[in-house]
């Protein structure tokens, strides 16, 4: 009898325990608008969706150090994404400046397995990055339009200030670590080098494999990563401040993310691409700690991003 009641309190124990558990991982908010939202915790991401319709789903990538909290403290879009019924998902997949293949199909397929278990709409999705997020964000999204297992296709992709470009990335690592003055861009640059170089060697002899694995290679013209997206709309932020870049980094425009995200518009546009939009602002790149820095998420619109997913 004593062992019977023990055997049952440690099952009291357990099923208590799952369901606080769960409560940690879905929790339900309403917002002033009364529009009810149901928020998902998991390992790999975060869901924040609406109770009712959903109108559009929003997958976001954050920057090399970026997870789902980061990202949403620098890019304040969950309110915004409430009111309009929009449901976001903040990514935790991060620190990858190009995708091997068997890293696309597992990203394909455990974003596909989060939007189908949540059911979430397969045929509104707009996917947006980050820094070397965006990154992620073009070359997956091109592999799932691209393959027919995965019934997740973009409607809309768009990055924000993103290195596109591996061969200018090592290049200009070069020209930095030559001119030896800024500390961050030293590490930064250092590192670029061995990882590149590692990875692929020197772009001077081995070019082909830099264009396999990069979105964009201004020097050959090279779009192969992006050949499925087309007909995909598709929205290019950067914010070139020169002036900021020369006296904090001492770089030139040619070093610039921005002066390759221009040359990749102009490029997909002389290509047929039917819904590229290159949009540069100015004196918008400010951290959330209210640092000056014009590679930030703040560089995007969020109202008129909205608009954009919802066609208005």
Not at 10 to 29: A, N, P, R, Y
Not at 61 to 80: H, S, T
Request: aromatic share 10%; proline share 3%; glycine share 4%.
């Amino acid at each position: 009898m004593k062992r019977t009641s023990i055997i049952l309190i440690l099952i009291l124990i357990i099923v208590f325990s799952c369901q606080q558990k769960k409560q940690e991982q879905e929790t339900t908010t309403t917002t002033a608008d009364t529009i009810e939202f149901t928020e998902i915790i998991k390992e790999d991401y975060e869901l924040y969706q609406p109770h009712k319709e959903v109108k559009a789903v929003l997958i976001l990538f954050g920057g090399y150090p970026e997870v789902a909290e980061d990202i949403q403290r620098e890019f304040k879009i969950l309110d915004m994404a409430r009111k309009n019924s929009i449901a976001v998902i903040f990514s935790n997949f991060n620190q990858k400046l190009w995708l091997e293949e068997s890293e696309k199909h597992q990203l394909a397929a455990s974003l596909q397995k989060v939007i189908v278990e949540n059911q979430l709409p397969t045929d509104r999705i707009f996917i947006g990055g980050f820094s070397s997020g965006g990154v992620v964000c073009l070359l997956i999204s091109n592999f799932i339009v691209g393959m027919k297992q995965y019934h997740i296709d973009p409607k809309g992709v768009f990055i924000v200030d993103s290195p596109i470009d591996l061969v200018a990335l090592y290049k200009s690592s070069e020209k930095n670590i030559e001119r030896n003055f800024s500390e961050p861009s030293i590490q930064e640059s250092t590192w670029l080098l061995e990882t590149l170089g590692s990875n692929f060697g020197n772009p001077k002899d081995h070019i082909k494999k830099y264009e396999d694995k990069a979105v964009f290679t201004y020097s050959t013209g090279n779009i192969t990563n992006l050949n499925k997206l087309k007909k995909t709309k598709i929205r290019l932020y950067t914010e070139p401040d020169t002036l900021w870049w020369k006296e904090n980094r001492m770089a030139d425009y040619e070093q610039m993310n921005a002066f390759y995200i221009k040359k990749l518009s102009e490029n997909l546009i002389e290509k047929g691409y039917e819904h590229v939009e290159y949009i540069p602002t100015t004196n918008k790149g400010y951290r959330a700690n209210g640092e000056r820095h014009p590679h930030s998420w703040a560089i995007v619109d969020k109202k008129d991003l909205i608009k954009w997913m919802l066609n208005e």
